[in-house]
């Protein structure tokens, strides 16, 4: 079963949903959610469930943008690195929130379990590697990851990780057994279809073009009709637009392209034996094996919208420089989506004034994410669950216009370069560390057939005392816009 042609304007059941509704006659609802992506219809989805009347509005057609693009990895956790998470909120409220997200990837596997997601060939484990040798750092995560947070997880050493994936790009890494990966495009469609069963009515080419979020009942205008509910959930991403266009800056567009090789027979087998999803710590690649021997992988990012087609090289070179024993692959196919980057890197998910929620900003790991934070809204409206509160320390902050596009196109590649060497370096020393173990095992021999003693050096990787280690580079913190100098220049 081909888990990559399904198209993304398809239901899973092949149905086109070019004949989809239109919303062209004034409704009230209880819930309006604007966006049907995987956030919008989550809401929708957990809010039908629990017996609200649900209208989804969606100006494109179901998983448009980034929900219908993505690879489909499903793991614990936020965008946020866990020790920034801690630092920022505590260990206690870092914990829960992390529980929470755990919650949301169980979601998604019960839902893409129900007979409704045909072909949607989930599969085992995920692996999270390091550019650089990072053995420390790695048993730490690895301690904080399973004692404090109660997730499991395997510490791979390097040895480990090269048999696995034959490259010498990558060195230590955190294995996730648990985590696991779905057809991303069939999930958003089958999530459709479970949202529409539940009896929640989704509207496409039915942009939103204004709201009026005051009062009880509040008021909603498309082109061709208006909408009254007591809630309005926006999950427009980075596109909500003129309804709120202050929220839409709070988010940093990131455009993510991926591609998908032509089958490449034994020879992937003999590079790759791992089978679930490969991402590397920079956030960089990220890739899996899928239709057994197509390789799909994600990796350029601008801040700018481009059409995937021209990434096409730009992946298959970096699929080159990884694993340059595969020789020359072809791509059969690219696609890509925006994801909304938040700056403190944690999802936007709450109430904004009464009856008007959001739930965006989920970046490059929407899948556990936006399920979490379906679940938490729906149950907020109608079980006073406030369990959203959680997520007040991450308030919304501009994410600098035009003018924080370009400064986030330069960090991302300045930190995709600063990655890059980190990476050369620790190559550098890995091969010099071996050089240096063959010129010791030599000199002790020549020691041995002298009868001499052999010389005392150094231990090796060390640097002398006193030296300072060497530190990778990071970004300068982002400037507040609101308080800085205004255009962060
Ligand atoms: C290439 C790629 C690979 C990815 N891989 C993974 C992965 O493996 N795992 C993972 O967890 N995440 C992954 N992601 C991230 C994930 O796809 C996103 O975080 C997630 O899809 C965001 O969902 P969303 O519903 O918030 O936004 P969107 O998918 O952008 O949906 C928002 C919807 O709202 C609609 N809309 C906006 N404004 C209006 C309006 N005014 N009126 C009506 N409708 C409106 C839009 O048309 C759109 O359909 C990936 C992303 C990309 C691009």
């Given at each position: 079963m081909?888990?990559i042609f ?7 059941d ?6 989809h509704?239109?919303l ?8 309006c959610?604007v966006?049907a992506?995987l ?24 998983g448009?943008?980034a ?11 936020f ?15 870092a ?11 169980e ?8 007979p ?10 995920a ?32 040895d ?14 955190v294995?996730?057994p ?13 999530l ?6 539940a009896g929640a009515r989704?509207?496409?080419?039915t ?8 009062g ?81 992988w ?5 801040t ?7 990434f ?16 020359k692959v072809?791509i059969?196919e690219t696609?890509?989506g925006?994801?909304g980057?938040?700056?403190?890197g ?6 904004l ?7 965006s900003?989920?970046?490059r790991?929407g899948?556990?994410t936006?399920a ?8 907020s ?11 007040s ?7 600098g ?7 986030g196109?330069?960090?991302g590649?300045?930190e995709r370069?600063?990655?890059a ?6 190559r ?29 050096r150094?231990?090796?990787?060390r640097?002398?005392p ?7 580079p ?6 507040d816009p ?6 962060g220049?």
């Amino acid at each position: 079963m081909s888990e990559i042609f399904t198209s993304a304007s398809k239901e899973p059941d092949g149905t086109d949903p070019s004949g989809h509704q239109r919303l062209s006659f004034d409704l009230d609802a209880d819930i309006c959610v604007v966006g049907a992506g995987l956030a919008g219809l989550t809401v929708a989805l957990e809010a039908a469930r629990l017996g609200a009347s649900v209208a989804v509005l969606e100006g494109r057609h179901v998983g448009w943008n980034a929900s219908g693009h993505q690879l489909g990895t499903v793991m614990p956790g936020f965008g946020l690195p866990i020790g920034e998470l801690i630092a920022r909120i505590g260990l206690e409220d870092a914990r829960e929130l992390w529980s929470l997200s755990r919650q949301g990837a169980e979601y998604v596997r019960t839902n893409a379990s129900e007979p409704s997601f045909p072909g949607i060939a989930l599969s085992e484990g995920a692996l999270e590697v390091s550019n650089v040798d990072a053995g420390e750092t790695l048993i730490s995560r690895l301690q904080t990851l399973s004692e404090d947070f109660e997730t499991e997880v395997e510490g791979w050493q390097v040895d480990r990780v090269r048999d696995e994936l034959k490259t010498d790009r990558y060195f230590h890494g955190v294995y996730y057994p648990k985590a696991f990966q779905v057809d991303g495009r069939k999930y958003v469609h089958g999530l459709a279809a479970l949202a529409r069963r539940a009896g929640a009515r989704i509207f496409e080419d039915t942009p939103v073009v204004s709201i009026d979020p005051s009062g009880i009942r509040k008021r909603i205008v498309t082109p061709s009709a208006r909408l009254r509910a007591s809630h309005i959930v926006l999950a427009g991403n980075i596109h909500l637009g003129a309804p709120l266009r202050r929220l839409s800056e709070t988010l940093l567009p990131v455009w993510r392209y991926a591609a998908v090789t032509a089958p490449l027979g034994e020879r992937l087998a003999e590079t790759i034996s791992f089978r679930g999803s490969v991402t590397d710590s920079d956030g960089i690649d990220h890739f899996r094996i899928v239709d057994g021997d197509r390789l799909m992988w994600a990796s350029p990012e601008t801040t700018w919208g481009a059409r995937p087609q021209r990434f096409a090289g730009a992946i298959a070179r970096r699929i080159r420089t990884i694993f340059p024993q595969l020789g020359k692959v072809e791509i059969a196919e690219t696609w890509g989506g925006a994801v909304g980057q938040t700056v403190h890197g944690m999802p936007q998910i709450g109430q904004l004034r009464k009856g008007l929620w959001v739930t965006s900003g989920f970046g490059r790991q929407g899948l556990n994410t936006s399920a979490m934070a379906g679940q938490l809204i729906a149950r907020s409206i109608l079980w006073g669950d406030e369990r959203w509160r959680l997520f007040s320390p991450f308030e919304l902050v501009w994410a600098g216009g035009a003018t924080g596009r370009v400064a986030g196109q330069v960090i991302g590649l300045w930190e995709r370069g600063s990655s890059a060497a980190a990476g050369a370096l620790a190559r550098h020393r890995e091969k010099a560390r071996l050089r240096e173990r063959i010129a010791e095992a030599r000199r002790i021999e020549a020691n041995r057939l002298a009868g001499t003693r052999p010389q005392s050096r150094p231990p090796s990787g060390r640097p002398p005392p006193g030296r300072p280690r060497p530190q990778r580079p990071r970004p300068a913190a982002p400037v507040d816009p609101v308080e800085g100098d205004g255009d962060g220049t």
